[in-house]
């Protein structure tokens, strides 16, 4: 069993950065994958970004690409996504998603991940 437990979330102003963490235990794979994902109201949760543990590839939707960066700190079983240049459209509950295999690049479909962690709230005021 793997728990997630994301932090970092709060309420910024548009061109503001925040870091989101989330923190892993239990049993982990150094070549499973690690993503965050997003959900605004009313519309579908939507992936954000992903990496693997033992890998230096990194993954983003279009939306974020060259404002958001994920990493991981092995040591500390732990994920970063660190976003930049927030905008209002990236108001939304984070959430951190990890799974129990291999899964195929970019590791952007929700359905492919077995654990997920709360979820953290970011809004992004203009």
């Known amino acids: 069993q793997v728990q997630l437990v994301e932090s970092g979330g709060g309420l910024v102003q548009a061109g503001s950065s925040l870091r989101l963490s989330c923190a892993t235990s239990?049993?982990?794979?150094?070549?499973?994958?690690m993503g965050w994902f997003r959900q605004a109201p009313g519309k579908e949760r939507e992936f954000v970004a992903s990496?693997?543990?033992?890998?230096?590839?990194?993954y983003y939707a279009d939306s974020v690409k060259g404002r958001f960066t994920i990493t991981r700190d092995n040591s500390k079983n732990t994920v970063y996504l660190q976003m930049n240049s927030l905008k209002p459209d990236d108001t939304a509950v984070y959430y951190c998603?990890?799974?129990?295999?291999?899964?195929?690049?970019?590791?952007?479909?929700?359905?492919?991940?077995?654990?997920w962690g709360q979820g953290t709230q970011v809004t992004v005021s203009s």
């Open positions: 239990g049993r982990t794979y150094s070549n499973y994958a």
């Open positions: 990496t693997r543990w033992n890998g230096d590839n990194t």
């Open positions: 998603a990890a799974s129990n295999g291999v899964i195929p690049i970019p590791y952007d479909a929700p359905y492919r991940y077995h654990y």
